[in-house]
């Protein structure tokens, strides 16, 4: 039935979205650690 | 208590005496709900049935922009003289300056509607079929909870980057329930299908809600500036 | 607390894991709708969980009114993100059900249209904190989630009581659920509640961790570099090293 696909959809576009935040959170992570290592080395 | 009203007149009054002598932003203002009532007209031009139906909705949205932009103006006098660093430290209480600013702004507000609802009739050739009267406590309500909430967010908005646009960002996702009601109760007066009753006690219930919000917690934005 | 935080995760995975098995294997097969209806078992649990993050942020922006307390502030940045995340999910699964099911992605459905709204206040509160560049902004963030919480009420009671003027499909159906089938929401509701719970406290990490680098850079700038200060980013590397080490 055609409208499986938009069960699919439904469920791939919940994950797309958590996925998202979380890359939004790991970048800023990442960055925020190299801020606080520069922190020591004469600031940003 | 009668410090409160006298500090609020006093107010209010500096606020209409100032406005009268330079009439710059009430110009401005009028030309851009007259440009708003004339391009909606072109944009959405209905028969006399259909625009029964979509009046209301027509009309509240041009009320809208038009409060928003006098909103916008409501604090920039105040910033520019230091006023509410004055107001800070004065033992006036800051619910007399609020109240006066959203007395103004209703003022100010309800002139612009009376001017573009005349119009709205001409354009769209509008006649109620239901209580006209009832349009009035609509009006008075609606623009009243615009106006307490706009006034209340334009003064959260002095210390954001791009004043101008977050004081919409914050006002229209609150005050939708009151521009439904509005919108709704203009289109059953207008169409005579049904009792707006509902909607003008939803907007007095919301008016009331947020009018003692706003006085209860001005004080802490004010100091928050 | 640190080996705790990968252990949940794993559980969590798991948990997750089993939920989409039961959701799409052993839920029975709704009658009128299918297969589709299953987006049900995401669609719900998101929702539950968004409000309860709202009312966190509620109960914090209040806390935080009255104590000042930078922990609560916290708490109230960090649930307000995770709940639009979990919002988002509702808003877009939403239409992607109703379509197949009733042949337009939007209907003025109750709980979904007070969603967008819920929505909608929750995106301006985050402006707002993003755009505020005042230190007192945590109050007016509070100040500002107070109003949301009021508006709560009356916007459902408008879109009801429009709802009964203008008849429109309901999303999601009413009345009585399966058995079997609340089993499988309810579990399905348990694991995105531990997955809201983990994001929530590693943003809340995040939240400390931006604050803290935030107050070492001011305080570096304020004694490391004197006079760089502005540029925070000394012109000569031999002359910002004047102060204490």
Sequence with gaps: ?44 | ?225 | MKRVFPILAVLTGLLLAYAFYEAIWVAPMERTMGDVQRIFYYHVPSAWTAFLLFFVNLIASVIYLIRKNAKADAVAVVSAEVGVVFCTVVLVTGPIWARPVWGIWWTWDLRLTTTLVLWLIYVSYLMLRRFSDSSQTPKLAAVLAIFGALDVPLVYFSIWFFRTQHPQPVIGGGGSIDPRMLHVLLINWLAFSCFAFLLSWARYRLEWLQREVEEAQALESLLGDGLAAPTRAPLDKTSSRTGPQ
């Design chain 2, 1 to 225: 208590m009668s410090s409160l009203r006298s500090i609020t007149l006093a107010t209010l009054a500096k606020d209409i005496r100032l406005e009268w002598r330079s009439k710059d932003a009430i110009n401005s203002m009028l030309f851009f709900s007259l440009l708003v009532v004339v391009i909606f007209s072109f944009s959405f031009d209905p028969n006399a049935e259909e625009s029964r139906q979509i009046a209301g909705g027509l009309i509240w949205v041009a009320f809208l922009f038009a409060a928003v932009v006098a909103l916008n103006q409501t604090w920039a006098r105040e910033l520019r003289n230091q006023v509410l660093d004055a107001y800070r430290v004065s033992p006036a209480p800051a619910n007399a300056l609020f109240t006066a600013k959203v007395l103004g702004n209703f003022f100010l507000v309800s002139l612009l509607e009376a001017l573009m609802a005349p119009l709205f009739m001409i354009f769209y050739n509008l006649r109620a079929l239901g209580p006209a009267w009832q349009l009035i406590p609509v009006a008075l309500l609606g623009t009243w909870a615009l106006v307490v909430n706009g006034t209340f967010f334009a003064a959260m908005s002095l210390r954001t980057r791009s004043r101008e646009i977050m004081l919409p960002l914050l006002l229209f996702p609150i005050s939708i329930p009151a521009v439904q009601s509005m919108v709704e109760a203009t289109r059953i007066i207008l169409s005579g299908d049904g009792a707006a009753r509902f909607w003008i006690v939803l907007l007095l219930t919301y008016d009331v809600v947020f009018t003692t919000a706003c006085l209860a917690l001005f004080e802490t934005v004010l100091q928050a500036e």
């Design chain 1, 1 to 44: 039935m055609n409208s499986i696909k938009f069960l699919y959809a439904a469920y791939i576009a919940t994950w797309l979205i958590h996925a998202l935040y979380l890359g939004t959170m790991v970048r800023r992570y990442s960055r925020l650690r190299q801020q606080k290592k520069n922190l020591g080395t004469g600031g940003k």
